[in-house]
Each structure stands twice: as structure tokens, then as C-alpha cells.
């Protein structure tokens, strides 16, 4: 069984915490109770006993000097005294057998009673036995003044034993309170451990669900454990990663349509304008024909941009599927910096590079496509007359492409962002026709495929931008485009 709540949760994990240092404290709180009643009946018992044993004392010697003056004296007054004194000493001796808590003060009690008993029915009697004498009568009394004294001796072990009784006691319940501390501890960091536990895992799983949507992977499905109110969070959560999935969807299809149906058009327009540039309806004036060129130019422009939505739809709705071969990545390049000299020429840029065969297997196609891309941004970025360096390192099994410009760089803040799809930097050339920002996206997306990886940094101590992307020569390992693009969404 769940619980309905993370507040019931929390209440629950905070009432497994609480309620054994409650125990704890009950325990406690009888262990003391229990000590100071103790304590309480010690000290009255031992009040008490010492009152009485000093009252018999006092009843013993009144009796005494009672029944001495009456062998004297032979007077009924005196004997009355000696009756008030007899009973005085009753009421003493039985509030005292209360108290007896041992067998030999029961015994001793009950020899003095029995003594007393015996000399006061002798003395009352209407005719006293000859031969009962002063010296007699004051031997009996002596015997009982001891047997009094050794009660009250009695009694005042009867006390020490209840003294250590009471520290008995007070050390078990220390004894017990401490090993109880000493189990509590434990156990309540245990509870407060697991109950944490419990309550963080199901808020970690949501902040990674909420991670994974804002990041687009929507491969995964969301589930949280732990309350029902969190786990319904969950599944509202999962029914907003299969509606971002639709959507996803439908963009990609719009996309796909959208790419398709501008192809159409597109294709009579750039037909039309090489008919006119190759003057097959008649010859040309300058303007007309500086018109033309800029008509085929824009053309080839609206042509690539089409092209990189085909490229990200397809993408999108598959992994890349690479028809390898044999290639050469140094005459790739040379033939994608051939297609930009006219661009390159506009701009009064210089470009370095040193054409060098690299044979590697490959896609030839996604290859010009990643060299193409690097480079188009390059040349777009860079300002009028500066430079662009395109480089090709190959290093035992690895090779690496560069691509180098002058112009402002990506700024740190853009760097995690600068190859999500249809994402644009600040740094916007002006006078520039606005790309789509699917460019590097496409790039990543193939040099995955092919087993490499691409990374950005600076130009060195100028300004500028540096794009590299590193391929396997040998080509992409089985399923490692699979992997790649999966490890890639991650990040």
C-alpha cells in the first residue's frame, strides 16, 4: 500500500522518527516515577519505623515505672496507670508489626508481644503469683527493652535494605535507558535514512523526466514511483512526452511536405534562370544579364535551404542510413571549396588549404555535406577580406577536419546550444541571408553516424571561430550510430 500523498508520506517517515524516542521517553518517564515513589515510601518508612521504635522504647519504660510502683504500692490507681500504659504500648506495637517487612522482626515482635502479653495478665490478676518480685519484674523488662532494641536494630536494616533496593533500581534504569539510547540512535537514523530515501527518489525521478523532455528525448517512458499523487505526476508527465512525440512528429512531416512542395517551383525558377543566363530566348544586356546571375545565385541559396530541411526531416524521422565506400576526405574538400569560389571571390576572402589524400570509407555524400556546412558558415561569419582555413590532419586511425574563420566565434554561452536544430547565435552577420540553423544540427547528426564526433572552439589568439570534426578512417563500427545518437541525446 502507497501512500495517498507526499505529505502522508512525509507525516509517516516523521512518525517512524518520532514515535520510538516517544517510547523512549515513556520508558523513561515510568523508570522515574517508579524511583521516586521508591524513594517516597523509603524515606517514610524509615521516618516512620524510627518514630515508632523510639514510641515503644517510651511505652516500654512508662510500662515499667507503671508496674514497678504497683508491686510497691499495691494501689488500684496505680494499677489503672499501668493498664493506660499497657494499652499505649499495644497501639505502639501494632502500628510498628505493620511495618515489619522481614521474618525475624515478625519474630521478634511476636516474642515481645507474647512476653508483654504474659506479665501484664500475671500482674492484673486478682491474685498475683508468689515469687513475682521487683528483681523479677525488672528482668522481664530488660529482656524486652532488648528484644525492642534488636527490632529497632531490625528496623533500621529493614531501611539500608530498601536504600539499596532504590539504587538497584536506579541503576537497571540507567543500565536500561542507556542501551535503549543506544538502540535508538541507530534505528532513528536508519528511518530518517530510508524515509529520505523514499521521499527524494520519486522528486529525482521527475526532475529526470522533466530533464529528459527539455533535453527531446522521448524515447524513454516516464514512470515515477513512490505516492499516488506523484505517481498520477508521472503519468501526466508521460502523456506529455507522447503528445511532444506528435508534435515532433507533425513538425517533421510538415517539414518533410513543406521541403517537397517548395522543390517544385524552385526547380522551373533555376531552370529559367540558366535559360536566360545561356541567352537561349535572346542576347542579354549587362544589367539583364547581372539580373539573371543574381536570380540563379538566389536560386542556389533557396535551393541549400530546402535541402538542409530534407536533410533534418530525414534525420528526424530515421537514424542516417550511410552508403559507405571507399572516399578520399582531401579531394571531398577540394570539390565543396570549388562550388564556393564565387562566394569566397564576393567576399575578398583568403582561404588556406593544402589539398592532401586521405583515403577513409565513408559516406561521400554526407561527408560533402559536413565539409559543405562547416564551410558555409565559415564564409557567412567571416568579414570582408579576412581569411578561412580549411585543415585535414590524419593521425593513425583518426582523421581530423578543421575549419577556421576571422569572424566573431561562439560566444561560451551558446557552445550547448549552438547544434540543436533550427537554433541561431546572436552574432548574426548583417546583409546576410538568414539560414534555417539546422546546418551544424545536420552536421552533428552525420559525423555521429560515421563513428566521430564534432567540437567547437576558438580560432587561437585572434578572434574567430573553430569547428572540428573528428572520423574513423576505417568507418563507423556496427550500431554505433545508434549509440552515438542516443549518448549524444543524453548530453
Known amino acids: 500500500m502507497r501512500p495517498r500523498s507526499l505529505l502522508s508520506l512525509i507525516l509517516l517517515g516523521f512518525g517512524f522518527v518520532i514515535v520510538p524516542l516517544f517510547v523512549a521517553l515513556g520508558y523513561a518517564g515510568v523508570y522515574v516515577d517508579r524511583l521516586s515513589e521508591q524513594a517516597h515510601t523509603t524515606v517514610y518508612?524509615?521516618?516512620?519505623?524510627?518514630?515508632l521504635s523510639s514510641n515503644l522504647d517510651d511505652s516500654l519504660t512508662a510500662l515499667e515505672r507503671a508496674a514497678r510502683q504497683h508491686l510497691v504500692l499495691d494501689d488500684e490507681g496505680l494499677l489503672e496507670v499501668y493498664r493506660n500504659a499497657h494499652q499505649q504500648f499495644r497501639d505502639n506495637f501494632n502500628e510498628l508489626r505493620r511495618f515489619a517487612t522481614t521474618t525475624t522482626q515478625r519474630r521478634l515482635l511476636s516474642v515481645l508481644d507474647e512476653r508483654e502479653q504474659t506479665l501484664f495478665d500475671t500482674l492484673t490478676a486478682e491474685s498475683a503469683p508468689a515469687g513475682l518480685t521487683q528483681e523479677v519484674v525488672t528482668d522481664r523488662f530488660i529482656a524486652m527493652?532488648?528484644?525492642?532494641?534488636?527490632?529497632?536494630?531490625?528496623s533500621n536494616d529493614v531501611i539500608d535494605q530498601e536504600v539499596r533496593r532504590m539504587q538497584s533500581l536506579g541503576a537497571t534504569a540507567q543500565r536500561w535507558l542507556f542501551w535503549m539510547g543506544a538502540a535508538l540512535l541507530p534505528l532513528t537514523l536508519i528511518s530518517a535514512g530510508v524515509f529520505t530515501v523514499l521521499i527524494s527518489r520519486p522528486i529525482r525521478g521527475i526532475d529526470q523526466a522533466i530533464r529528459r523532455l527539455g533535453a527531446a528525448r522521448f524515447d524513454e517512458p516516464i514512470t515515477v514511483s513512490g505516492p499516488q499523487d506523484l505517481q498520477a505526476l508521472g503519468a501526466r508527465l508521460d502523456w506529455l512526452r507522447n503528445r511532444l512525440i506528435e508534435l515532433e512528429n507533425e513538425k517533421t512531416r510538415?517539414?518533410?511536405?513543406?521541403?517537397?512542395?517548395?522543390?517544385t517551383p524552385l526547380t522551373a525558377i533555376r531552370e529559367s534562370s540558366q535559360l536566360l543566363s545561356e541567352e537561349?530566348?535572346?542576347?542579354?544586356?549587362?544589367?539583364?544579364?547581372?539580373?539573371?546571375?543574381?536570380?540563379?545565385?538566389?536560386?542556389?541559396?533557396?535551393?541549400?535551404?530546402?535541402?538542409?530541411?530534407?536533410?533534418?526531416?530525414?534525420?528526424?524521422?530515421?537514424?542516417?542510413?550511410?552508403?559507405?565506400?571507399?572516399?578520399?576526405l582531401g579531394e571531398i574538400a577540394a570539390d565543396v571549396l570549388g562550388r564556393h569560389r564565387a562566394a569566397i571571390r564576393a567576399r575578398e576572402l583568403h582561404l588556406d588549404f593544402r589539398e592532401t589524400a586521405v583515403p577513409m570509407r565513408g559516406d561521400a555524400e554526407k561527408l560533402r555535406t559536413i565539409v559543405d556546412n562547416l564551410l558555409s558558415n565559415a564564409i557567412k561569419f567571416s568579414p570582408t577580406g579576412g581569411r578561412v582555413r580549411v585543415t585535414i590532419e590524419p593521425d593513425n586511425e583518426w582523421v581530423t577536419l578543421a575549419v577556421e574563420d576571422d569572424g566573431p566565434g561562439v560566444p561560451e554561452s551558446e557552445r550547448k546550444r549552438i547544434f540543436e536544430a533550427f537554433y541561431q547565435g546572436g552574432n548574426q552577420p548583417e546583409g546576410y541571408v538568414k539560414g534555417t540553423g539546422l546546418g551544424l544540427s545536420i552536421t552533428r547528426e552525420y559525423a555521429l553516424a560515421h563513428g566521430g564526433r564534432i567540437g567547437i572552439g576558438d580560432a587561437g589568439d585572434d578572434a574567430g571561430g573553430r569547428f572540428s570534426v573528428i572520423l574513423p578512417l576505417r568507418g563507423p563500427a556496427p550500431q554505433h550510430a545508434r549509440t552515438a545518437l542516443a549518448a549524444a541525446g543524453k548530453e
Open 45 to 51: 518508612n524509615a521516618a516512620r519505623a524510627i518514630q
Open 145 to 154: 527493652n532488648q528484644l525492642a532494641e534488636a527490632v529497632s536494630t531490625r
Open 254 to 263: 510538415f517539414l518533410r511536405h513543406v521541403s517537397h512542395e517548395l522543390k
Open 280 to 328: 537561349v530566348v535572346g542576347p542579354l544586356n549587362d544589367e539583364q544579364r547581372e539580373i539573371a546571375t543574381i536570380l540563379d545565385d538566389s536560386g542556389r541559396q533557396l535551393q541549400g535551404l530546402i535541402e538542409d530541411l530534407l536533410d533534418f526531416s530525414r534525420t528526424q524521422s530515421q537514424l542516417p542510413q550511410l552508403r559507405l565506400g571507399q572516399v578520399d
